[in-house]
């Protein structure tokens, strides 16, 4: 029935004495100090406490009582355990994780239980009938209390319908929340969890079963273990529905509960509900009071099974209804997110393209106001060439090279790169110039020493005395290094990039040229080299980037030679697609049959870097085609009309692809190993098609031009180059050249300088030229082959030699005079006997120089080694003849290159020290066992075949020397052309 009220259940209580007893035991348990607590704990509960003042190693002084609920733990912790638990064996102490722990009963003796506020402290039997008989009533009274919990928390779980209607319901918000916490907090708990929780041994006096939920009130061990813990029922009553509730939601069928781990937890507070922080440890509490625990967490973790308990289906329906609802939340959030998301995009987009924009105009406007600031300075420059150039003045050498990021990255060693320019410290002995050189590297005190010695040799050169002090001209150059070359080490940027981010740097330059004439030379001109020339506000001596980047390139300058009306070889330049390609090279292979190698430059690239080559002798209609051209003669075949050509290049167009893909091959192939690499840079970059000249004797030269501001062109240097390994690649010259006519050279060199000065080409470059004989009538003929924009290594070799020699490089006659010593002058006149001035005769010298000899074993030698062992070889400079051997150092720390100088009297004599120091310097820093990877081999084989070519002129007959003299190196069928320069007559 929904209103029949729960049945009471019947005990009958202590009786007065039993009860004043009881409560005069508890004082004393509840008393430590007490003399008769530790004997009241072993003989009703047979703990044995440990005396304090017993302890070893321990004053009387210094014990403690320790009182309150943690006397428990102080004697579990102290030798205080029962006897039993002692002589226990592991596998008895079932349901535990620790074999020696104490049990739930021992534990909850020790501890102080807490008295219900409804209970009274009991008076002793002496104080009357009437304090009795109220005592004991109030004691039926709080069992009466916890009879009516125990049988309202059956009635309800029996019927929920009679309990709703007889507690206040509380919200369906609530109870379905704190069953969905619940369920929450026992998802959460794992094995690991339950097994963490000190159990004690099952070892229980009062233990007793739940089955499905219930507990069978009238069950003697239920009714015993009432009987022992009846003063603290309150808090028992209280943790046994929470447990009750548990087990029938998860419908646990049974259930063996531990009574004295649930009164020691219950009285100890720990099954108090702290709200959702506690929830997991609560529920880990509720279990640990089961024997059967692991069982009963088994099979609480089964999934599904909270909603085989009690209202399961609307646990259920409220996880489906919950799980739902967050989904179409979770769904319509970031349906609301992706407009917000997509208008943070777009305003982010526009935002960064809005700043974009403001830099890409703030650097426009930026390097137009340097352009203009440059083209302004140029104009004053120009202007005030003159003067500028006869009084004193400072010179900023910044030897940077402007190359794209491709070309940087591919050099190796690109900072020593652009610091083989050293030699431009020697403008100095010209006594109105201060230099202040930029450094791209870190010199060492030992670089620094020795340019600082060696510059100072200026007073000892003119007087011809080794032993004359060293001048103070030393103190008229400068060598800066930029700080941004620690932040920058591994970028490969060029100078001007780094000087511009070195703002210690700029501020020391302008303190040294503030008040003075100044002027900047360059290298390969960059943006950056007009930004460090505007932030020092001195003029530039140099080309515009964008006009250097147009008429830089192979293609740039051919239109120049072009238009200067000077020879060139035939070819095709701009070449960008491979139908350019095969077309261009079928169609001058078809008009010039005399050619028997074609050559493939990229405009880009510099120094032979970017040269392939190929022979036409693979061509399988080449016979065919040569008895074509025999037939018609070179002049008609030249002169006639299209049509007799037409079948020949037809051939020739068939074969080109398969020719260029099986014999074309690169000239450096540590840059470009194969064709197909080659060919993708070519047509990338752009390129040319060249003829190789038609001849078994081949002679480059280089010539360096200064245009000046106020329009004159000058010849600074001229040379014959010493060729490298590949054939193509430049690594050193004899200065004077003696290759081509001197006035044929300057006619060609002035007509070049006007084409240069014209599209507005100002300051220092260089012309390639080749000469030959030509087959054909045996005449001299000049190709200008390749225009450099910006200062070479060979002129600032020319400087040093001038510095050491202090003579005059006349390019117009092809002679280096080097004028007598200021002693021999004096000699002269004192042997004379006159007062005038003595005419002596102007001795000449030759040159060969090496801007960049390369050896690996050089590293392992420090310089200060390396110059006592070439003193000990007799490698030096002979001050007063003005003749010897002079180095060029370039780095302090890898130290694997450096540049060399020798100076003879005659030609021969400079080749042969020049190739007598590589041999000796590579037998001294070499073994057997490590040779190193270096050119030195290669440019003696190359110095030994000119000393033969050179001898062989000199045996010539009267007639032949009439004409020009031109180097006669055969060529090898495999590889490209090598120089061979020879004294001319």
């Known amino acids: 029935m929904p209103n029949a009220r729960p049945q009471k259940i019947q005990i009958s209580g202590p009786s007065p004495g039993e009860k004043h007893k009881s409560a005069f035991m508890m004082r004393l348990l509840n008393n430590p100090c007490h003399p008769k607590n530790k004997e009241l704990m072993q003989q009703n509960y047979g703990i044995q406490f440990p005396h304090l003042h017993k302890r070893n190693g321990a004053s009387v002084g210094t014990q403690r009582v320790v009182t309150g609920p943690a006397l428990g733990n102080f004697a579990a912790t102290h030798g205080g355990l029962p006897k039993q638990l002692h002589t226990k064996s592991l596998p008895e102490c079932e349901h535990t994780n620790a074999a020696l722990q104490p049990s739930a009963d021992d534990l909850s003796s020790v501890q102080t239980p807490p008295l219900p506020k409804a209970v009274h402290v009991l008076q002793r039997e002496d104080s009357g009938q009437s304090k009795t008989d109220e005592s004991e009533k109030s004691c039926k009274r709080e069992m009466d209390v916890s009879r009516d919990r125990m049988a309202l928390g059956r009635s309800s779980c029996e019927n929920p319908t009679s309990r709703n209607m007889r507690t206040p319901p509380p919200s369906a918000a609530s109870a379905s929340s704190d069953n969905r916490l619940l369920t929450h907090a026992l998802a959460r708990l794992t094995p690991l969890n339950l097994q963490s929780i000190p159990v004690q041994a099952a070892v229980s006096k009062y233990p007793f079963t739940i089955v499905e939920g219930q507990i069978d009130p009238d069950a003697p061990d239920y009714c015993r273990f009432k009987k022992q813990y009846c003063l603290c029922w309150v808090a028992i009553v209280e943790a046994l529905d929470q447990l009750q509730r548990m087990l029938l939601d998860f419908a646990v069928p049974l259930a063996r509960v531990c009574g004295e781990r649930l009164a020691a937890c219950a009285q100890s507070g720990e099954l108090t509900w702290r709200g959702s922080r506690g929830r997991c440890a609560h529920v880990e509490k509720l279990l640990s009071v089961l024997e059967n625990r692991d069982e009963v967490w088994d099979l609480i973790c089964r999934p599904g ?246 008429y830089g390139t192979k293609s740039g300058g051919r239109r120049i030679f072009s238009s200067a009306g000077v020879d060139v070889p035939p070819g095709k330049w701009d070449i960008y697609t491979l139908e350019q390609l095969y077309e261009g090279l079928a169609q001058l292979m078809t008009e010039h049959m005399e050619v028997q190698r074609w050559l493939f430059k990229i405009d880009s690239e510099v120094g032979g870097r970017g040269t392939a080559y190929c022979d036409v002798s693979y061509l399988k209609c080449r016979p065919w085609a040569q008895q074509e051209f025999i037939r018609h003669g070179p002049k008609l075949w030249r002169t006639s009309l299209p049509q007799v050509r037409e079948p020949v290049m037809i051939k020739f167009l068939e074969e080109v692809p398969h020719l260029l893909a099986s014999y074309a091959r690169p000239a450096n192939t540590s840059c470009y190993p194969t064709w197909t690499c080659f060919l993708e840079h070519f047509l990338r970059e752009g390129g040319v098609i060249e003829a190789f000249p038609p001849s078994d004797s081949v002679t480059c030269l280089t010539v360096d031009l200064l245009v000046e501001p106020g329009g004159d062109v000058h010849m600074l240097s001229c040379g014959d180059q010493l060729r490298g390994p590949s054939g193509l690649e430049v690594v050193g010259c004899t200065v004077p050249q003696s290759s081509i006519c001197p006035d044929v050279l300057h006619t060609i060199c002035n007509s070049i300088g006007q084409a240069c000065q014209q599209r507005f080409i100002m300051g220092h470059l260089s012309i390639d030229l080749v000469t030959f004989l030509d087959p054909s009538n045996l005449e001299q003929q000049v190709w200008a082959i390749d225009l450099d924009l910006g200062y070479s290594n060979q002129l600032a070799m020319t400087q040093l030699m001038l510095m050491m020699t202090r003579g005059t490089l006349d390019c117009h006659t092809s002679k280096l005079e080097v004028s007598p010593t200021v002693r021999d002058v004096k000699s002269s006149v004192r042997h004379a006997g006159v007062k005038i001035r003595a005419q002596t005769s102007v001795t000449s010298r030759f040159a060969v120089m090496c801007t960049r000899l390369l050896h690996t074993n050089l590293s392992l030698v420090y310089y200060s080694t390396f110059f006592l062992m070439c003193k000990a070889q007799g490698i030096g400079y002979d001050v007063k003849a003005r003749q010897g051997t002079v180095f060029a150092l370039h780095d302090s720390r890898d130290r694997r290159s450096l540049g060399m100088l020798t100076i003879s009297e005659n030609l021969q004599g400079a080749l042969l020290t020049f190739a007598r120091n590589l041999s000796v310097i590579h037998q001294e820093i070499s073994a057997p066992n490590m040779q190193g990877a270096n050119n030195f081999k290669d440019l003696i084989h190359d110095i030994e075949e000119i000393l033969g070519m050179t001898m062989q002129n000199q045996t010539t007959s009267q007639e032949e020397k009439e004409i020009p003299a031109v180097g006669s190196e055969q060529l090898s069928p495999h590889k490209p052309h090598r120089s061979s320069p020879n004294k001319s007559t």
Request: charged content about 20%; overall charge positive; some cysteine.
């Open 305 to 550: 099974q909270r909603y085989k308990g009690n209202g399961g289906h609307q646990t259920a329906a409220v996880c489906i209804q919950t799980c739902w609802r967050r989904y179409s939340a979770r769904t319509a959030y970031l349906l609301k997110l992706r407009p917000k998301w997509a208008a943070q995009i777009i305003a982010m987009s526009l935002l960064k393209r809005a700043k974009l924009g403001h830099l890409k105009e703030s650097l426009q406007a930026s390097r137009l106001r340097q352009l203009e600031n440059y083209r302004t300075r140029a104009e004053s420059l120009a202007a005030n060439w003159k003067h500028i150039t006869s009084a004193k003045r400072t010179i900023i050498h910044v030897p940077s090279l402007g190359y794209s990021q491709h070309q940087r990255l591919s050099h190796r060693g690109f900072d020593v790169l652009q610091n083989t320019q050293m030699g431009r410290l020697c403008d100095i002995r010209d006594e109105n110039v201060e230099v202040i050189y930029v450094s791209p590297v870190c010199l060492g005190e030992d670089v620094l020493q020795y340019y600082t010695h060696l510059l100072g040799l200026e007073t000892a050169i003119e007087l011809g005395d080794a032993s004359a002090p060293e001048s103070n001209c030393a103190k008229r150059f400068t060598i800066l290094m930029p700080e941004a070359l620690e932040y920058f080490s591994t970028r490969n940027m060029c100078l001007a990039s780094l000087l511009k981010y070195s703002p210690r740097t700029l501020k020391r330059i302008k303190n040294l040229i503030q008040g003075k004439q100044a002027y900047m030379i360059g290298g390969v001109t960059h943006i950056d080299d007009l930004a460090v020339a505007d932030e020092l506000e001195v003029p530039l001596l140099g080309t515009e980037p964008a006009v250097a980047q147009l």
